[in-house]
Structures are given as structure tokens and as C-alpha cells.
């Protein structure tokens, strides 16, 4: 790995690619590892240490730039080494307890990661700075999951891929780097997989949680208190009504969620300070996302239908 980052620095783009692919091969022991993902992918087994747990989240950093650094325009190769670092992320997520076993399963409103691996803890030394010989800092890890996640949702492949790299990134972003932009920025992300998943009713819940501020990082001095996190986040009050994937798009409840949906905002007074302009633009994206999605749910509209004029006002605001 640290031998591919020197290479790539020098301009040997070539000599990078083929340490980083060595890299992969030498963690999973299997040639030619990333042009044979598949394969690979069959040979994994989940980890049974906390070392190494910590080997396989870094091949998906060094997956992240072997697909983007040497080669940028081959889009056929971004969506293999997303489609591997999913299977990777998989491995290790879904196959103990207490993490569910099915990647539909990671919705904010289901589950909550705490810790990656048994014994993996934020008060652990996980994700040291960068430096020549070695370490992956949060950000860099935080940005190949978004790469990834960005590349499944753009190919519109098995979007629900996606699910267990937002759980991820959300736990990283909140319990060890506790930045709030980076928070928001995941948390974002997780809805806009959540609507290209068709489970509106999380992804509602999920905007109206963040809309108030609900889990986000905790200060530094701060003690790892689970009880205090909980006891801190409101429940949803009277008046307040969630979008509901068990009624049509257009009864009477759920045009009360999309009108309220559409009423969110951030909380805070000084927004682009606090959580960054990308992320204020990003959330107005994903309004209109949501807006746009339930719009178009499939229905065949009758002569003088009273639910097409609602249709066309959303599609209008979207």
C-alpha cells in the first residue's frame, strides 16, 4: 500500500496499480484479486480478530484508489471495485451478532451501528493519520465509501449495496471523527440510497431526524455512555406523521408527511458555517429526490383523476 502511494506521487501510475492490486492479493491470498473479484469474493471469510478486521477495511481504501487513480475514465472497472468493497463491508458487518444478516436491514431506523467488529471500540487506535509508513486517516477512509456508495447509486446497480457503507460511514463520521459536516454529509447519503431503495418510509424518518438534529457527534470529553445518547434524542411528538409505504402516495396521511417533509430544514442559525454549503445544497437535493420519487410512483390516471393535479404540483416544486 505505502509502496503504491510513493509510486503514484513520483507519476508511476502503472507501478501503482500494480502494488495496490499485489496489496489486495497478498490480504485475501488470491491472484490477480481485483480483475477477479468474483471469485475472490467467494473465498471470503468473515474476521475472527480485531487485526483482521482492520486489514480488510484497508484493502477498500486501497481499492478506492486503484479504481480512481489509475483508472479515472473506465467506469466498468468503478462498479466492479464497488461491487467488491460491498462484498468485503458484508463480510464483516453482516455475518455477527448483533448486526443484522441482511443488508436491507441497515436503515437508520432499524439499526444503529456501535462498533464495527467485536472489540473494535472508538476508544481504540482505529484509523490512525497518514503518514509514508502507513495509516489511513477518517477522511480518507470516509471518502472510498462514498465513492463507492456514489458509484452503485449512479449505476442504479443493487442500490441497497449501499446500506451497510452508509451504516459504516455514519459510525466513523459520528463516534470517531465526530465532525457534524461529516455526519450530515453520510447521513444524506444514507437517505438518497434509502429512496433509490424504495423504503420511503425511512427515508422520511430519517430526514425528520436529522431536520432535528438527532445523534450527532458527541464532544470530545464526552464518556462512551450508550444510555446518555438515548436519553438525549426526543421522540417524535404529536403532530408529527411519518410517510407510510403500506398507503397509496396520494391518501390523505401520507400528502400530510410530504408536506411536512418538504417544511425540514437544519437546524442552527449559522448553516453554511456549520454544516457546509455542499451538504446545505445537498439536503434541498434530496427533498426533491424524495419529492420526485413518490411523483412518480407507478399508477394509471384516470379522465379527471383528482390525485394527477397533486402529481403535477409535486413534480413542480420538485
Not at 510513493?6 to 501510475?13: A, K, Y
Not at 451504516?167 to 447521513?187: H, Q, W
Request: net charge neutral.
Amino acid at each position: 500500500h505505502e509502496l503504491g502511494n510513493l509510486l503514484w506521487l513520483e507519476g508511476d501510475t502503472s507501478g501503482a496499480q500494480s502494488s495496490w492490486s499485489d496489496a489486495v492479493d497478498t490480504a485475501y491470498q488470491h491472484v490477480y484479486a481485483i480483475k477477479n473479484w468474483q471469485k475472490c469474493a467467494e473465498t471470503i471469510t468473515p474476521p475472527k480478530d480485531v487485526e483482521r478486521t482492520e486489514i480488510m477495511l484497508l484493502t477498500i481504501v486501497i481499492l478506492s484508489k486503484h479504481a480512481r487513480l489509475t483508472t479515472p475514465k473506465d467506469c466498468a472497472a468503478h462498479l466492479n471495485a464497488a461491487l467488491f468493497a460491498s462484498e468485503i463491508i458484508e463480510a464483516i458487518v453482516t455475518s455477527a451478532l448483533p448486526h443484522p444478516s441482511h443488508r436491507k436491514c441497515f436503515a437508520p431506523d432499524r439499526y444503529r451501528l456501535r462498533e464495527i467488529f467485536f472489540g473494535l471500540r472508538e476508544s481504540r487506535l482505529l484509523l490512525p493519520p497518514s503518514s509514508v509508513h502507513g495509516g489511513v486517516d477518517g477522511t480518507g477512509f470516509l471518502g472510498a465509501l462514498a465513492f463507492f456508495q456514489k458509484t452503485l447509486l449512479v449505476a442504479n446497480y443493487q442500490p441497497e449495496r449501499c446500506l451497510p457503507m452508509c451504516s459504516i460511514y455514519n459510525y466513523v463520521a459520528t463516534d470517531i471523527c465526530r465532525s457534524k459536516t461529516l455526519t450530515v454529509c453520510g447521513r444524506l447519503a444514507w437517505i438518497r440510497a434509502l429512496i433509490r431503495c424504495a423504503a420511503m418510509d425511512s427515508a422520511w424518518l430519517a430526514l425528520h431526524s436529522l431536520s432535528r438534529g438527532h445523534d450527532m457527534p458527541r464532544g470530545l470529553l464526552d464518556r462512551e455512555a450508550l444510555d446518555h445518547a438515548i436519553a438525549q434524542v426526543p421522540v417524535i411528538g404529536n403532530g408529527v406523521l411519518p410517510y407510510r409505504t403500506d398507503e397509496g402516495p396520494f391518501s390523505e396521511h401520507n400528502k400530510q408527511a410530504v408536506a411536512q417533509m418538504l417544511e425540514f430544514k437544519l437546524p442552527g442559525e449559522d448553516l453554511a458555517k456549520e454544516y457546509g454549503e455542499y451538504n446545505l445544497h445537498c439536503f434541498q437535493l434530496v427533498q426533491a429526490e424524495f419529492l420526485l420519487r413518490v411523483a412518480s410512483h407507478g399508477r394509471v390516471a384516470k379522465s379527471g383523476d383528482l390525485e394527477e393535479p397533486e402529481r403535477a404540483s409535486w413534480l413542480n416544486k420538485a
